[in-house]
Nanobody, 136 residues
Framework: QVQLVESGGGSVTAGGSLRLSCAVS???????IGWFRQAPGREREGVAT??????????????NYIDSVKGRFTISQDSAKNTMYLQMDSLKPEDTAIYYC????????????????????????WGQGSQVTVSS
């Protein structure tokens, strides 16, 4: 049984930092980890993705970010702990949202190989969500 358990989050002032953690268990083979967020009244959006494999490290250069967080957020993995992280620096009030980690299988295209998407339906398993609040 696949489980994703999140921790971290909280409240900070603009310019501050927070780190979210997502402990993954029960997943075998290649998979994608996505961090999504949902602000009040808005659609859930993908923030960062990473492709990895159970019992090993993430694929090199497999990290992707939406433009609004590039240079400020970092997705990473501690393979020994089966834990994924989202380090969030230089936080802005517009980053305020509930953040979710999610896991799913990568897509494949002959022209691109395996890759992770921003499509919510491609992620079968979800964490419980963590509130991040950034005040100005």
């Amino acid at each position: 049984q696949v489980q994703l358990v999140e921790s971290g989050g909280g409240s900070v002032t603009a310019g501050g930092s927070l780190r979210l953690s997502c402990a993954v268990s029960g997943y075998s083979g290649d998979y994608c980890i996505g961090w999504f967020r949902q602000a009040p009244g808005r659609e859930r959006e993908g923030v960062a993705t990473l492709r990895t494999r159970s019992g090993s490290t993430a694929y090199t250069d497999s990290m992707n970010y939406i433009d609004s967080v590039k240079g400020r957020f970092t997705i990473s993995q501690d393979s020994a702990k089966n834990t994924m992280y989202l380090q969030m620096d230089s936080l802005k009030p517009e980053d305020t949202a509930i953040y979710y980690c999610a896991a799913g299988r990568p897509r494949y295209l002959s022209s691109a190989g395996f890759f992770c998407t921003w499509t919510r339906s491609d992620y079968r398993y979800w964490g419980q969500g963590s509130q991040v609040t950034v005040s100005s």
